[in-house]
């Protein structure tokens, strides 16, 4: 019954913004850490933030620090991603995940969203 759907995502030109929203349902949201991934056609599939909302403690990746922020909304236990700035190589697929471990490894992720595609123009 655990469920996320990510929406949100769009076309934009560079230096634009989107939010990515992730709605949970099934699960007690503040016991899971929760991030978005993303990939790129031929790509693997790539960490891009993850919170651990027992603590609030976060990682982002490097290239997305300043840009995109993570927050969540518990009332709506719903998960979010303001990302700023948008640059090209931001293009992809973002899939939000739930797991029991704070991890940037998608491994150890146990539910995901269906995706939502980002298309960032020059």
């Known amino acids: 019954q655990v469920q996320l759907v990510e929406s949100g995502g769009g076309l934009v030109q560079a230096g634009g913004s989107l939010r990515l929203s992730c709605a949970v349902s099934?699960?007690?949201?503040?016991?899971?850490?929760m991030g978005w991934f993303r990939q790129a056609p031929g790509k693997e599939r790539e960490f891009v933030v993850v919170a651990r909302w027992s603590d609030g403690r976060t990682y982002y990746l490097d290239s997305v620090k300043g840009r995109f922020t993570i927050s969540r909304d518990y009332a709506k236990n719903t998960m979010l991603l303001q990302m700023n700035n948008l640059k090209p190589e931001d293009t992809a697929v973002y899939y939000c995940?739930?797991?029991?471990?704070?991890?940037?490894?998608?491994?150890?992720?146990?539910?995901w969203g269906q995706g939502t595609q980002v298309t960032v123009s020059s």
């Open positions: 995940a739930a797991g029991a471990t704070y991890s940037r490894n998608y491994d150890d992720y146990d539910y």
């Open positions: 099934g699960l007690t949201f503040k016991n899971y850490a």
